[in-house]
């Protein structure tokens, strides 16, 4: 069977592998845009028990977890940038840990006071997981493979 794609076709390189983006392997670190910096510190500092990487600012946290860091902060990069409003969410985090581990999570975030969404709860999909929220509203889950 005779090839039907043209030269043009064959000797122009994937999109994908000629991107200088097709350098990154992970994501470094991530950053939590804060409305209550103290009431954020305390819950993942406090409640979650992250160990502090550093304090760049009162206005950027820095908590390292494994290879990676959580970074928490004022908006403030651009004059423009507007506060986040109340009742939104910025984003969704999953922390992963043993099937053990979830159950010990949901134990003592109920200890500390911290309202689950869910409890610890195993899923079609081979997850067990439990959510909550920090004190900004972000989607915060716990999950294990199982």
């Known amino acids: ?14 999109q994908r592998t000629r991107s200088p983006f097709s350098a990154i392997r992970a994501i470094d670190y ?21 160990p502090l990487l550093r304090e760049l600012s009162p206005n950027w946290i820095e908590y390292g977890l494994g290879n990676n860091t959580l970074a928490l902060a004022k908006p403030s ?7 986040i409003p109340s009742g939104s969410a910025s984003l969704q985090l999953a922390f992963k840990v043993s099937a ?7 134990d ?3 200890r500390q006071g911290v309202g689950l969404l869910s409890p610890p709860t195993n899923q079609s999909f081979g997850h067990r997981t439990l959510f ?13 493979e199982i």
């Open 1 to 14: 069977m005779k090839d039907t794609m043209t030269d043009e076709q064959t000797s122009k390189p994937d």
């Open 30 to 50: 991530t950053v939590i845009f804060v409305r209550d910096m103290a009431a954020m510190r305390s819950f993942y500092e406090d409640v979650l028990a992250f």
């Open 77 to 83: 990069r651009t004059a423009s940038e507007t506060p």
């Open 100 to 106: 053990a581990e979830v159950d010990a999570c949901a």
């Open 108 to 110: 003592e975030l109920v």
């Open 132 to 144: 909550l929220r920090d004190p900004d509203g972000n989607l915060l889950e716990v999950y294990a």
